[in-house]
């Protein structure tokens, strides 16, 4: 300046001369920002087109969410002008709920926070330590935008005094991605810029600005006229902060980007670094302009003591927005592709024309798009089958998958809401947690394909972090069978399960379930040695590139693998390659399917359910390929059992010899195993009607159940046994039901006048139960039929088996099976020793032989719904049973087959 260029010259000459001041020989005070008038000064906007600010004064009365509505109602309400429909939208973080509320200062109407004494970092739900929330921009992509605020404290800063508090402060900035802002180091490519503020212990404001293009800005003292400048405690200082994206050229960004702060409306820089010349926005970020609206004490000096750090309020008014409505020109998105070399047959799901669809509009839209211009030579087509995400009418379901445009690109979006964990499921209080369905390839037995997709999640994973969520989240991945993920090999015929799965330390790992083992059920997915960490708001590749495994005979080989590949590297397992895999056994009829399914599914016992955000989860570039080989099908099919026998393509049996020597919860657990491939523990005896043990009968084993005399009904605990065993039938459509089994009574019933129900086959939707086809011994010595909901009147007491009765201690060959078609029509038959039990009758079904009568078995709403279960409650039915009864059961099996 002049007067200091002057006055050192006249110090030097030890002149006598006045320079630039008569009555002094000493310069002039550096200038200095006057204080603000008693409200505050006003922000200047007059180089921005569009300006929106709050009323608070209407908002007085309302805190928590109402509150953050409020806020965000006013900033849309304000809007002068509007090029599109779009509007603000604020997405709380924490503390908004228990720290932030509207005072009156003096007249003036303000956000209140409090930051409790002693307390540093971002707090727990019971801690008083600010709060957090963004402000999303109508248009997340203009050029140059300005935030302004005033700011109060109540305490003023400062320390090695009591009255002063050596608070160290973030406060509100703009953004894009959030990152993190660390000391001296640039964003990390793709993640965006943060601008924000802090104070320091010395009083100071300090800029904590964090881009792609250095580390120079992360923790700089803002100055003015190389001065320090420092908030004043009771006064109302304006924070305005003006940014100009950078430019690209193409898909290069250009260093032309600027961020320019003011303090109560005078210019202020930092001590070093340059605000101009600036990358903000990189060519793989996705911009997205944000307010960071937060206030919280973030460190303590090591030279402050924790006793020093008081109980400080912080006050902000008139928070408003503008910018102009120029945009800035990103390169169009460059996002990774898959390896799709070697695979002759591709589909790419096309989702541009699926806009605005969801519900059943949508999967029908998906299986059309996905079948509409296949490869030549395709055998078949796609299948997509909904599980929940659809169904916008049922009282546990909601439409939760919707087509949105991102960039000019189309995503898959689904929402996950706060503290949503665990399947939705029929007889469950509804959440919107998700979705789910399977896409079964147009030829699901070829040996070699590889399904890819590009995801992103909105919210950072993370724990111990309020703005973070600790989510362990299922990812799409290949599947035959759909069984579910457990910490063991797949049960024989189940199939395979390869999905993945996000966790609170914002690692990806497996989870993989097969015939093999249980190597690979919850292993970190590394690259280069390195584990996988999940950015937020970026898109990330995953493949999958299934190799399944062949047969020699019946006999499967292990030889099925799965390469995978993330972003554009190759990605393995911590606990090694998979290889060696067995996935189908020759009891599972191998269907390739790409299990489509995103839900939060599990909450660590060390997290809160107040931890867990809503997180929104995007899917784009959902492609599969294939080779047109086909595995090598066994040649030697399994076992024949009185199910498989009967022309049910799929069945289990019981094999008792295995499972000898057990009784009680092992017992049944095993039996659930075997025949519903359920993990232990699923089920559980009824009214602890747990009679029933294996015994030997003449060098045969078979599963005996006793029936204590003179006891009748469910309740009484010495009378038969009672568990259900779901059929494993996975998400297939049914259409026939098969049970099975040899049956021995001890005392011919005629003598104890015993009316037992025998183990039986439930239909059922859900929850719901449709009809339960029961037979049961009577007091003539044979058998009836006393359906629940039957499907004809007839069948609610049946008893026309003519001189078919059943003698004591001898070996009869049971079998009860249905068959219905698409409208939900079919025949039953219950037939001993392989002949139909029930004769025709005059006075029974118009005289029709009982295997032929036509029956609606299932209403058509619900024949692509119903479910098989084999019902073991069987106990003594009516009054009777002078003596203790008890019956044999060998050469149990269960079938069933499944819609062409």
């Known amino acids: 300046m002049n007067i200091v260029r002057c006055f050192l010259a006249v110090s030097i000459s030890l002149s006598l001369m006045a320079c630039g001041n008569e009555s002094s020989d000493k310069p002039d005070a550096l200038p200095q920002i006057p204080p603000p008038p008693a409200g505050g000064y006003e922000p200047d906007f007059s180089d921005f087109e569009t300006v929106a600010n709050i009323d608070l004064g209407e908002l007085k009365e309302l805190t928590g969410q109402a509150l953050i509505d409020g806020l965000e109602k006013q900033l849309n309400d304000s809007l002068l002008t509007r090029s599109s429909t779009a509007q603000f939208e604020i997405i709380p973080q924490w503390g908004y709920d228990t720290n932030l509320r509207v005072v009156d200062v003096n007249g003036y109407y303000a956000l209140e926070t409090t930051l409790a004494a002693g307390k540093v970092g971002k707090p727990s739900a019971s801690e008083l330590n600010g709060f957090s929330f963004k402000i999303s921009l109508p248009n997340g992509v203009v050029k140059q935008a300005t935030l302004s605020y005033q700011l109060s404290l109540a305490k003023p800063l400062g320390f090695g005094e009591a009255a002063k508090s050596p608070d160290y402060i973030y406060l509100p900035g703009l953004t894009s991605g959030a990152p993190e802002v660390q000391n001296n180091k640039p964003t990390a490519a793709g993640t965006g810029f943060t601008y924000k503020f802090s104070t320091d212990r010395y009083g100071y404001l300090n800029a904590k600005y964090a881009d792609p293009t250095n580390g120079d ?25 003006n940014i100009t994206v950078n430019d690209f050229n193409y898909d290069t960004a250009q260093a032309n980007g600027s961020v320019t702060t003011y303090f109560n409306r005078e210019v202020v820089a930092p001590k070093s670094g340059s605000t101009t010349d600036r990358i903000l926005v990189d060519d793989t970020h996705p911009y997205n302009l944000q307010a960071l609206v937060e206030v919280y004490r973030y460190y303590k000096h090591s030279a402050d003591d924790i006793s020093a750090v008081q109980e400080q309020k912080v006050r902000i008014k008139n928070l408003s927005f503008a910018w102009n409505n120029d945009e800035v020109a990103l390169p169009p998105p460059v996002d990774d592709q898959p390896d799709l070399a070697g695979y002759p047959n591709i589909k790419v799901l096309d989702l541009a024309l699926l806009a605005g669809m969801q519900g059943s509009d949508l999967v029908a839209g998906i299986e059309q798009q996905l079948n509409k211009n296949l490869p030549e030579g395709t055998t078949g087509t796609f299948k997509v089958i909904p599980k929940w995400g659809f169904d916008g009418a049922s009282n546990w379901d909601s439409e939760n998958l919707t087509v949105e445009i991102v960039q000019g690109q189309y995503v898959l979006q689904t929402t996950i809401a706060e503290q949503a964990v665990g399947q939705p499921a029929d007889g469950k209080e509804a959440i919107r947690n998700g979705f789910s369905f399977l896409i079964e390839l147009p030829n699901g037995k070829v040996k070699e394909a590889t399904m890819s997709y590009l995801y992103r999640l909105s919210t950072p994973l993370g724990n111990g972090d309020p703005s973070k969520s600790p989510d362990y989240i299922f990812l799409p991945g290949f599947t035959s069978g759909d069984p579910l993920v457990a910490n063991s090999a797949s049960q024989p015929g189940e199939g395979f399960t390869y999905k993945l799965n996000t966790d609170r330390y914002g690692k990806l790992s497996t989870r993989f379930t097969d015939a093999t083992d249980n190597k690979f059920y919850n292993s970190v997915l590394q690259q280069n040695g390195a584990d996988i960490r999940i950015d937020a708001n970026l898109w990330h590749l995953v493949q999958q590139k299934l190799q399944t495994n062949d047969f020699v005979g019946s006999a499967s080989t292990a030889d099925g693998s799965l390469d995978m590949i993330y972003k554009t590297g190759a990605m393995t397992a911590k606990a090694g390659a998979v290889t060696a895999r067995t996935q189908v056994d020759a009891h599972h009829d191998y269907k390739l399917a790409a299990l489509m399914e995103v839900y939060r599914h599990w909450k660590h016992s060390a997290d809160k359910e107040t ?259 084999a019902n073991f409650d069987t106990y003594r039915h009516d009054a009777g049973g002078v003596k203790q009864q008890t019956i044999q059961y060998k050469n149990i099996a269960i079938g069933w087959n499944t819609a062409n």
């Not at 800005?217 to 902060?241: C, F, M, R, S, V």
């Not at 599969?624 to 009967?646: G, L, Q, R």
């Not at 049910?648 to 295995?658: K, P």
Request: charged letters at 20%.
């Open 217 to 241: 800005l992360t923790n700089a003292q803002l100055q003015y006229a190389e001065k320090g400048i420092k908030p004043t405690q009771g006064q109302w200082d304006l924070i305005q902060q």
């Open 611 to 869: 931890d867990l955000k809503e997180q929104v989860v995007q899917i784009k570039n959902i492609t599969f390929a294939w080779k047109n080989d086909d595995i090598n099908e066994p040649t030697t099919p399994p076992a024949a059992n009185y199910c498989s026998t009967k022309g049910f393509a799929q069945s289990r049996a019981l094999d008792l010899a295995s499972i000898n020597g057990l009784t009680g919860q092992d017992l049944l657990d095993k039996i659930g195993q075997q025949l519903g491939d359920l993990p232990a523990g699923t089920l559980t005896f009824g009214n602890s009607r747990d009679n029933i043990r294996i015994v030997e009968n003449a060098g045969e084993l078979a599963l005996e159940v006793t029936y204590a005399a003179a006891e009748t009904g469910q309740m009484a605990t010495a009378n038969g046994t009672d568990f259900a065993v779901p059929f494993p039938t996975g998400n297939s459509k049914l259409r026939g039901a098969c049970f099975a089994y040899d049956l021995n009574v001890a005392i011919a019933t005629n003598e104890n006048k015993d009316v037992i129900l025998l183990p039986s086959i439930l239909l059922n939707s859900g929850n719901t139960l449709l009809s339960d086809h029961r037979y049961a011994t009577n007091k003539y010595k044979r058998f009836s039929a006393k359906f629940i909901n039957p499907p004809h009147a007839d069948l609610s007491w049946l008893d026309y088996g003519g001189n078919n009765y059943v003698n004591a201690n001898m070996w009869y060959k049971m079998n009860q099976h249905l068959q219905f078609g698409n409208n939900g029509t079919g025949s039953i038959d219950f037939q001993m020793n392989d002949v139909t039990y029930f004769k025709p009758n005059a006075g029974k079904f118009d005289g029709e032989a009982f295997e032929n009568v036509n029956h609606q078995l299932v209403d058509a709403s619900d024949v692509d719904h119903v479910q098989f279960t």
